[in-house]
Every structure is written in structure tokens, then in C-alpha cells.
């Protein structure tokens, strides 16, 4: 149901700017987020946007450098990656949530729907 586009190939300190629209019906979401997960490491989280009043969070690790956003009228979520280091490079998965609030959107337990994943590459 959520499709991620975006990715390529950059050089370290270029930009790049990543999509997540739906593929069908739109459905109900109190907020979507971005994961990412490097070759031989954990996913984690990147940065999230509740839908309705658009507050943002964003890891410590992109803060300054990514921008999260959402066009309500185009179901679309993007995620704007300024300054990219070498340690950006991962497999990006945009997922969202049900209608409920919830608490926490840094966790993947708070997020039913996951994208299949878009990859971005930093080289050097």
C-alpha cells in the first residue's frame, strides 16, 4: 500500500529527496515515518510526521540535515536529505501508522503499514 521512491547513487555531501505515496485507497493515519537500515545493522528510525497537524521528529543523527514533509492533498510523504554522509547509506522504508495516536513514532511497533524500500547509496 505504500510505495518509496527517491533512492540512487550520490556523493558524499550532495542531496538527495525521497517519496512515499500510497498505492491504493487512501487510508486513515495519525502519522508516517522513515526508517532506514544499513548492510549488517538494525533498522532505525529517521524521522516521522503526524498528518494532521504536521509535528516532525527526526534522529539525532539527520537532525539539520533532513527534512521531513507531507502534501495531504497528494497522500505523499517526503523526506528532503541535505549533506549526505557516508553513513546515510541504507535501504529507506517509509511506513505509517493506524488512525490512533499513539506515544511513540521513533519505534516500528507503532507503524501497520511498511513500504517495500528505496536505496540510497553515499559514496565517497
Known amino acids: 500500500q505504500l510505495q518509496a521512491s527517491g533512492g540512487g547513487l550520490v556523493q558524499a555531501g550532495g542531496s538527495l529527496r525521497l517519496s512515499c505515496t500510497t498505492s491504493?485507497?487512501?487510508?486513515?493515519?495519525?502519522?508516517w515515518g522513515w526508517f532506514r537500515q544499513a548492510p549488517e545493522k538494525e533498522r532505525e528510525f529517521v524521522a516521522a510526521?503526524?498528518?494532521?497537524?504536521?509535528?516532525?521528529y527526526y534522529a539525532d543523527s539527520v537532525k539539520g540535515r533532513f527534512t521531513i514533509s507531507r502534501d495531504n492533498a497528494q497522500n505523499t510523504m517526503y523526506l528532503q536529505m541535505n549533506s549526505l554522509q557516508l553513513d546515510d547509506t541504507a535501504v529507506y522504508y517509509c511506513a505509517a501508522t493506524g488512525p490512533a495516536y499513539r506515544s511513540n513514532y521513533q519505534r516500528e511497533s507503532a507503524y501497520d503499514y511498511w513500504g517495500q524500500g528505496t536505496e540510497v547509496t553515499v559514496s565517497s
Open positions: 510526521i503526524q498528518w494532521r497537524n504536521g509535528v516532525t
Open positions: 491504493g485507497r487512501p487510508f486513515a493515519s495519525a502519522a
